[in-house]
């Protein structure tokens, strides 16, 4: 079991930056992937990056060249740099580790979430 502690959520203006924080703990070892996840209301939960154990990092078409993964192995800690944001940007972001959705389905690891609200 890996457990997820999400932060540094807010409300910021457009244009502005935030810089999200997750800590993880318990069975490090197992996690193969981890990744941030947004969802907006009344839309599905989506993808915004993620990175492999390898370093393999992929971005959603939406964030690039706007967020930035990254982490930091010796504090078990996952971040997401997000620079330039947008109203669109608002949603409550989550932290996955080996995550996978299926038909609403969310397996894997994941944190409760922390709100990003970009007002324009």
């Known amino acids: 079991q890996v457990q997820l502690v999400e932060s540094g959520g807010g409300l910021v203006q457009a244009g ?5 924080s997750c ?3 318990g069975s490090i070892f197992s996690i193969n992937i981890m990744g941030w996840y947004r969802q907006a209301p009344g839309k599905q939960r989506e993808l915004v990056a993620h990175i492999t154990r390898g370093g393999t990092i992929n971005y959603a078409d939406s964030v690039k060249g706007r967020f930035t993964i990254s982490r930091d192995n010796a504090k078990n800690t996952l971040y997401l740099q997000m620079n330039s944001l947008k109203p669109e940007d608002t949603a409550v972001y ?9 038909s609403g389905i969310y397996f894997g690891s ?6 990003v609200t970009v007002s324009s």
């Open 16 to 20: 502005g930056s935030l810089r999200l």
């Open 23 to 25: 800590a993880a703990s």
């Open 94 to 102: 989550y932290c996955a580790a080996n995550p996978a959705i299926v």
């Open 110 to 115: 994941w944190g409760r979430g922390t709100q």
